[in-house]
């Protein structure tokens, strides 16, 4: 995973933080520098990248706990602006990239915990006109809501 607090400290600080990025009217901070391949802030330095949100967070709001994860509440990934940012662990981030529809694009996704296989059995599951999303939910172990969306191929809707 990514490198820690102290690592970060010494290659980013708060200040270039604030001269590499520019607030819009949306209220984020763009960016204006290098962007990950993923589309996140990106901040090059010695040799190592940094994921400017996670140092944004770290360096303006405080410590990011083991197993957290820091994501974006305003969609943007290339903000890092700490009001924006909020820290999860696994599930919600999981939960976050459905809503973000960054699962959509299928297991290639780390954060996925549905594969094809189970998206196929969801979708088998609920043809059969046996079960409710909920029922289905349970089988599966995934939430009713994203039953739903998977059936009505809201996700995954490149998975036959
Ligand atoms: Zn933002």
Redesign the pocket.
């Known amino acids: 995973m990514g490198m820690n607090a102290r690592e970060i400290r010494k290659l980013i600080s708060a200040d270039d933080i604030l001269e590499w990025s520019r607030p819009t009217r949306g209220?984020?901070w763009q960016w204006e520098g290098s962007l990950h391949n993923d589309g996140y802030a990106a901040w090059n330095t010695g040799g190592r990248q940094v994921k400017v949100h996670r140092a944004a967070y770290l360096l303006f709001v405080g410590p990011i706990p083991k197993k957290r994860f820091v994501c974006?509440t305003?969609r943007?990934k290339a903000?890092v602006?700490p009001d924006?940012l909020k820290l999860v662990d696994h599930k919600g981030l999981y939960e976050h990239n459905l809503e973000q529809g960054n699962v959509a694009r299928g297991e290639r996704n780390g954060f996925s915990t549905l594969n094809a296989k189970k998206v196929r059995r969801i979708r088998r599951l609920a043809a059969s006109g046996k079960y409710s999303h909920r029922q289905i939910g349970d089988i599966v172990g995934c939430h009713q809501t994203n039953v739903t969306r998977i059936v009505n191929r809201m996700y995954w809707g490149h998975i036959d």
Request: aromatic letters at 0%.
């Open positions: 209220g984020c974006h305003c943007n903000c602006n924006c």
